[in-house]
């Protein structure tokens, strides 16, 4: 990398950095708790890393967190993986969530858009009501603290109410998106073991109909935990037998109560699938998600009771919880159910027009595929009040800064960030007062001591290295689900480098203090920021008789694309004619998700493997982006080299 000192595409203006929630944030710590006053965000980052536990304090007194039983201390143990946050400290997420409804009771919470692109708002008030309801009938299930709740729900406001209510019992919510198949679905539940299930009938996607009746049947059958479940009904359908009507439970008119629990009490489980076996089951916790995303949203994304927060996202991906803890801020939240590009590509700048979004989160592919598009913005739609465009899921090209500036407006905050399932937030990204240079991250997150290290745990500046953090946050996993020893955690981070997060991506920190990601390090397939292991397409794919054995690989593309080739081994006699090929793709698409059907599909001689018989994915993605294979893989530990050519020559072939 270049250590030469481009112009910025973008810099805050003088007013703008005044005005910044994280410039009065710095004044007041320096006032208080001894924060450096001058140096800008530099060194308050700097502050934040070197003075963890002063600098989480800092943050709960700012935003005035109210800790029911109050903290003997920030950090206990401070080793990774296990730190211990706030210990004897209680609290509860959704008491804060549902906070800002004692002093804009009429105001909008929420903001529900579906494919007709009109607005429906929830007040703060209506929010609060559900939610006390819920959560009375709820208890009223026996459900109690630490019992798993679940929902098949696509991005609707009943989503928001069921993860509030279930957090204000201490229950421990999880979910998927309706597109997601019973396998799919099944692999992250049957985990889990909910009591509770929230459905729907169906949703609505580009403009048809998805009934999904057969599937919540197929659910409730392989889900024996479950004590009731609830329908929602979307599609206009009678509730199934033994199902429980959404509107009776959330028809009262009761004030919440909230459970005090714990500061690691589990709030959530989200899932990242590694490469082999079943999703990971990420357990985050109240407190820490609450301390993590007001420091996230309030300071890095500079929300408050004046803004409005849309993120195109849907329920299976992180940032869906991350868009409802807006609700944190005060801030009014945008939730799009649908499409990303119906009836048009320009459908998420429409709805920034008519919801007055003024933070619009999205990805690189849907930027991407604006530019493709001949999308112009700001020609055919009102986004005055649009300061900040965020993106992530992959990194944003170059090109794709060079026409958010060009097509949005010149005078536009661009946010390219990074984080993870596994944080459930940012490492880098958003900074309201530092400048934006092209393909770049403005800086690590506070509190965030982010670092690009070599393979000897060396720190590299302006050079490729693997993403490290080097003190605990508080968002990262208290545990997963079914992984009593901690082995499954520690293995999926602490390994490489012990007692530091190695995160699986590849990243340059610049002398200037931005950063680069280069995409994962590791074989996990994510698209649209959405990640499944490969492990669930060889499931699916196998067990076609005419599979003998697959491999997928996923691959960040320069223009801001994904590539994602499925590599088929057929068994004898069998042909990939435009049969078998249709029958591969429908079998992902029903199965797991429509999300992650291959690119293309392309029969191999046969799939490498380790010598131990695991399937060489790693090095097979980067002789496809072009590495030798001397440098791609240790020829020692591979079964049968001679099959790695045919890589080989494909990827010469392709570039």
């Given at each position: 990398?270049?250590?030469?000192?481009?112009?910025?595409?973008?810099?805050?203006?003088?007013?703008?950095?005044?005005?910044?929630?994280?410039?009065?944030?710095?004044?007041?710590?320096?006032?208080?708790?001894?924060?450096?006053?001058?140096?800008?965000?530099?060194?308050?980052?700097?502050?934040?890393?070197?003075?963890?536990?002063?600098?989480?304090?800092?943050?709960?007194?700012?935003?005035?967190?109210?800790?029911?039983?109050?903290?003997?201390?920030?950090?206990g143990?401070?080793?990774?993986?296990?730190?211990?946050?706030?210990?004897?400290?209680?609290?509860?997420?959704?008491?804060h969530?549902?906070?800002?409804?004692?002093t804009?009771?009429?105001?909008?919470?929420?903001?529900?858009?579906?494919e007709?692109?009109?607005?429906?708002?929830?007040?703060?008030?209506?929010?609060?009501?559900q939610?006390?309801?819920?959560?009375?009938?709820?208890?009223?299930?026996?459900?109690?603290?630490?019992?798993?709740?679940?929902?098949?729900?696509?991005?609707i406001?009943?989503?928001?109410?069921?993860?509030?209510?279930?957090?204000?019992v201490?229950?421990?919510?999880?979910?998927?998106?309706?597109?997601?198949g019973?396998?799919?679905?099944?692999?992250?539940?049957?985990?889990?073991?909910?009591?509770?299930?929230?459905?729907?009938?169906?949703?609505?996607?580009?403009?048809?109909?998805?009934?999904?009746?057969?599937?919540?049947?197929?659910?409730?059958?392989?889900?024996?935990?479950?004590?009731?479940?609830?329908?929602?009904?979307?599609?206009?359908?009678?509730?199934?037998?033994?199902?429980?009507?959404?509107?009776?439970?959330?028809?009262?008119?009761?004030?919440?109560?909230?459970?005090?629990?714990?500061?690691?009490?589990?709030?959530?489980?989200?899932?990242?699938?590694?490469?082999?076996?079943?999703?990971k089951?990420?357990?985050?916790?109240?407190?820490?998600?609450?301390?993590?995303?007001?420091?996230?949203?309030?300071?890095?994304?500079?929300?408050?009771?004046?803004?409005?927060?849309?993120?195109?996202?849907?329920?299976g991906?992180?940032?869906?919880?991350?868009?409802?803890?807006?609700?944190?801020?005060?801030?009014?939240?945008?939730?799009?159910?649908?499409?990303?590009?119906?009836?048009?590509?320009?459908?998420?700048?429409?709805i920034?027009?008519?919801?007055?979004a003024?933070?619009?989160?999205?990805?690189?592919?849907?930027?991407?595929?604006?530019?493709?598009?001949?999308?112009?913005?700001?020609?055919?739609?009102?986004?005055?009040?649009?300061?900040?465009?965020?993106?992530?899921?992959?990194?944003?090209?170059?090109?794709?800064?060079?026409?958010?500036?060009?097509?949005v407006?010149?005078?536009?905050?661009?946010?390219?960030?990074?984080?993870?399932?596994?944080?459930?937030?940012?490492?880098?990204g958003?900074?309201?007062?530092?400048?934006?240079?092209?393909?770049e991250l403005?800086?690590p997150?506070?509190?965030?001591?982010?670092?690009?290290?070599?393979?000897?745990?060396?720190?590299?500046?302006?050079?490729?290295?693997?993403?490290?953090?080097?003190?605990?946050?508080?968002?990262?996993?208290?545990?997963?689900?079914?992984?009593?020893?901690?082995?499954?955690?520690?293995?999926?981070?602490?390994?490489?480098?012990?007692?530091?997060?190695?995160?699986?991506?590849?990243?340059?920190?610049?002398?200037?203090?931005?950063v680069?990601i280069?995409?994962?390090?590791?074989?996990?397939?994510?698209?649209q920021?959405?990640?499944?292991?490969?492990?669930?397409?060889?499931?699916?794919?196998?067990?076609?008789?005419?599979?003998?054995?697959?491999?997928?690989?996923?691959?960040?593309?320069?223009?801001?694309?994904?590539?994602?080739?499925?590599?088929?081994?057929?068994?004898?006699g069998a042909t990939?004619?435009?049969?078998?090929?249709?029958?591969?793709?429908?079998?992902?698409?029903?199965?797991?998700?429509?999300?992650?059907?291959?690119?293309?599909?392309?029969?191999v001689?046969?799939?490498?493997?380790?010598?131990?018989?695991?399937?060489?994915?790693?090095?097979?993605?980067?002789?496809?982006q072009?590495?030798?294979l001397?440098?791609?893989?240790?020829?020692?530990?591979?079964?049968?080299?001679?099959?790695?050519?045919?890589?080989?020559?494909?990827?010469?072939?392709?570039?």
């Amino acid at each position: 990398m270049s250590t030469a000192n481009p112009s910025p595409l973008w810099q805050p203006t003088e007013e703008r950095i005044a005005q910044a929630q994280i410039t009065k944030f710095q004044a007041w710590a320096a006032e208080h708790h001894g924060a450096p006053s001058d140096g800008g965000y530099a060194a308050l980052h700097r502050w934040s890393v070197d003075e963890l536990d002063t600098f989480w304090k800092a943050v709960t007194e700012w935003f005035d967190v109210r800790f029911s039983t109050p903290y003997a201390r920030v950090l206990g143990d401070r080793s990774m993986p296990g730190a211990e946050w706030f210990p004897e400290a209680t609290l509860n997420y959704a008491e804060h969530a549902l906070r800002a409804a004692e002093t804009r009771a009429d105001e909008p919470a929420l903001l529900y858009v579906d494919e007709t692109h009109e607005a429906t708002p929830v007040s703060w008030s209506e929010l609060r009501r559900q939610v006390g309801s819920l959560a009375a009938e709820l208890r009223a299930l026996g459900v109690r603290p630490g019992d798993r709740v679940s929902g098949y729900l696509p991005n609707i406001p009943q989503a928001v109410v069921a993860l509030l209510a279930t957090a204000a019992v201490g229950g421990v919510w999880t979910s998927c998106a309706p597109d997601f198949g019973a396998r799919s679905v099944l692999d992250r539940f049957q985990q889990v073991e909910p009591v509770v299930l929230f459905t729907v009938d169906g949703y609505r996607y580009g403009g048809k109909e998805h009934d999904r009746r057969d599937t919540v049947a197929e659910l409730r059958r392989e889900l024996p935990t479950l004590r009731a479940v609830v329908h929602i009904s979307l599609l206009g359908t009678e509730a199934p037998e033994g199902a429980l009507e959404w509107s009776s439970l959330t028809s009262a008119d009761v004030a919440p109560l909230f459970e005090a629990v714990p500061f690691d009490h589990p709030l959530w489980v989200l899932y990242s699938s590694g490469t082999t076996g079943l999703p990971k089951a990420i357990v985050q916790s109240q407190g820490g998600i609450l301390v993590e995303h007001l420091k996230q949203l309030g300071l890095h994304c500079d929300l408050g009771p004046e803004d409005r927060f849309f993120w195109y996202t849907s329920t299976g991906w992180m940032m869906w919880n991350f868009l409802v803890s807006g609700l944190l801020t005060g801030t009014t939240i945008v939730l799009y159910d649908g499409s990303p590009g119906y009836p048009d590509t320009g459908a998420q700048w429409r709805i920034a027009e008519r919801t007055g979004a003024t933070l619009f989160g999205t990805s690189a592919a849907y930027v991407m595929a604006c530019r493709k598009a001949g999308v112009h913005p700001s020609r055919d739609f009102d986004l005055a009040r649009v300061q900040c465009v965020a993106t992530t899921g992959s990194p944003l090209p170059p090109d794709g800064f060079r026409w958010l500036h060009d097509e949005v407006r010149e005078d536009l905050w661009i946010a390219s960030v990074s984080g993870g399932t596994d944080v459930c937030s940012c490492f880098a990204g958003a900074v309201p007062t530092l400048p934006v240079y092209i393909g770049e991250l403005q800086a690590p997150g506070l509190g965030t001591d982010l670092q690009s290290w070599d393979p000897s745990g060396k720190p590299l500046t302006d050079e490729v290295g693997e993403l490290v953090v080097t003190n605990p946050m508080p968002s990262m996993p208290i545990r997963f689900w079914n992984d009593p020893d901690g082995s499954r955690y520690h293995d999926s981070y602490f390994d490489t480098y012990p007692g530091v997060w190695r995160h699986g991506d590849w990243i340059t920190v610049t002398s200037r203090g931005s950063v680069v990601i280069h995409g994962r390090s590791d074989s996990t397939l994510n698209r649209q920021g959405v990640r499944m292991g490969s492990a669930d397409i060889y499931e699916a794919v196998e067990r076609l008789p005419e599979i003998k054995e697959s491999l997928v690989i996923g691959i960040e593309q320069p223009d801001g694309g994904y590539w994602m080739p499925l590599f088929v081994h057929l068994a004898p006699g069998a042909t990939l004619d435009d049969a078998l090929l249709n029958r591969i793709k429908q079998t992902i698409r029903e199965q797991l998700s429509p999300r992650h059907v291959p690119d293309e599909v392309i029969e191999v001689p046969g799939v490498p493997h380790t010598l131990t018989g695991k399937r060489i994915e790693v090095p097979v993605k980067r002789l496809l982006q072009g590495a030798t294979l001397e440098k791609a893989v240790n020829i020692g530990s591979v079964d049968n080299v001679e099959l790695l050519h045919f890589y080989e020559d494909l990827a010469r072939k392709r570039a």
